[in-house]
């Protein structure tokens, strides 16, 4: 089990290799744009990574089934633990959180674009709009407050 793992570090490792010399060569990039041919090496080896990636992916998910079974008794205890309130009083201390930041995310949007039209017509107004936009992510930090003391309560 431990050479899959291996493997798919490998051919991790390999493509953010190939992935580093690309973005220092952008050259390379450039040829492949350009409909000309890439370096020998470049195309074997990025087929080469990731065939052994997606190759290893499959070898885990059919091989490690067995190891994730494997430890039934320990999920089963663990699992017993919680409660049916338990988990609804969980469910209910995250909403408060799940709840303010959508709604910081609806405030943040119009008050930002007008931040930035305010901005361009007059740039000593910048201080005057980061304060608003403050106010409005303040909203997601209260949410985040109420939840983290009712999980104080539970």
């Known amino acids: 089990m431990y050479w899959l793992v291996a493997l798919m570090s490998l051919a991790i490792v390999g493509l953010i ?17 350009g409909g000309t041919r890439l370096r020998r090496w470049l195309r074997p ?5 990731l065939l052994i990636f997606v190759g290893a992916q499959l070898g885990l998910l059919l091989l490690g089934i067995d190891q994730v079974f ?5 999920a089963a205890v ?18 408060p959180t ?7 995310g609806i405030a943040v949007g119009p008050i ?8 361009t017509e007059k740039p000593e107004t910048l201080g ?13 930090i209260y949410g985040l407050v109420v939840s983290i003391l009712l999980l104080n309560r539970i």
């Open 112 to 119: 930002g674009a007008a931040s930035l039209a305010a901005i």
């Open 17 to 33: 290799l190939v992935g580093l010399v690309l973005a220092l060569r952008p050259d390379l990039l450039a040829a492949a744009a």
């Open 78 to 95: 663990a699992a017993a633990d919680v409660s049916t309130g338990l988990g609804l009083a969980i469910i209910g201390a995250g909403i």
């Open 128 to 140: 005057r709009t980061l304060i608003y936009m403050g106010l409005a992510e303040g909203i997601a």
């Open 70 to 74: 494997a430890q039934e008794g320990v």
């Open 45 to 49: 080896a990025l087929g080469t990574q």
């Open 98 to 104: 799940a709840l303010s930041t959508i709604g910081a």
